[in-house]
T-cell receptor, first 113, second 114 residues
Framework: AQSVAQPEDQVNVAEGNPLTVKCTYS??????LFWYVQYPNRGLQFLLKYITGDNLVKGSYGFEAEFNKSQTSFHLKKPSALVSDSALYFCAVRALPGQNFVFGPGTRLSVLP | EAGVTQSPTHLIKTRGQQATLRCSPISGHTSVYWYQQALGLGLQFLLW???????NRGNFPPRFSGRQFPNYSSELNVNALELEDSALYLC?????????????FGPGTRLLVL
């Protein structure tokens, strides 16, 4: 069975500081990992994904994520947070083509000016 | 390139009624997915269609059903509405059903059951 955990419900960071939103996963086999962001009353926007290859993946809006197979983690990072990054962030995993995405519970990021 | 579109944006129904939600995928995408996002909860997978066939179904009662049309658009039907069906319903599409394909989401339909 696939599962995704986002251990922090809420992350607060000051504008200009680096941010990290954590994600750990459990799958059988090699995972495909995704990060999405949701702004209030909106759908989800795709940020980045890991399929294979380089463990550091770069995505939209200056975000990046690091895949760590031994720790089964896929943490989202940004070197310098903006107030406009404040939103709900979802990590998702998919292990096999016939299986659907499994989303984590979401982490609310607040960037304080 | 136009994104995933959903209609209506808002829908108000009373308990026991039926609701129909519609989704148009990105042009060239064959897979359509439906999710329920209830207040305070994450995304719960509902249904997945590809090439007109139901590929997978989440842990929801049979009164949640849907279909995919030859033009790959999709419809979600919820019968015998209950108060707890009130949620944001999100549709997503992907180019192929493969595991590495990105799902792109529409803006959602907010369903309120009174």
């Amino acid at each position: 069975a696939q599962s995704v955990a986002q251990p922090e419900d809420q992350v607060n960071v000051a504008e200009g500081n680096p941010l990290t939103v954590k994600c750990t996963y459990s799958v059988s086999g090699n995972p495909y990992l995704f990060w999405y962001v949701q702004y209030p009353n909106r759908g989800l926007q795709f940020l980045l994904k890991y399929i294979t290859g380089d463990n550091l993946v770069k995505g939209s809006y200056g975000f990046e994520a690091e895949f760590n197979k031994s720790q089964t983690s896929f943490h989202l990072k940004k070197p310098s947070a903006l107030v406009s990054d404040s939103a709900l962030y979802f990590c998702a995993v998919r292990a096999l083509p016939g299986q659907n995405f499994v989303f984590g519970p979401g982490t609310r990021l607040s960037v304080l000016p | 390139e136009a994104g995933v579109t959903q209609s209506p944006t808002h829908l108000i129904k009373t308990r026991g009624q039926q609701a129909t939600l519609r989704c148009s995928p990105i042009s060239g995408h064959t897979s359509v997915y439906w999710y329920q996002q209830a207040l305070g909860l994450g995304l719960q997978f509902l249904l997945w269609y590809d090439e007109g066939e139901e590929r997978n179904r989440g842990n929801f009662p049979p009164r949640f059903s849907g279909r995919q049309f030859p033009n790959y658009s999709s419809e979600l039907n919820v019968n015998a509405l209950e108060l707890e069906d009130s949620a944001l319903y999100l549709c997503a599409s992907s180019k192929h059903p493969g595991g590495q394909e990105t799902q792109y989401f529409g803006p959602g339909t907010r369903l309120l059951v009174l």
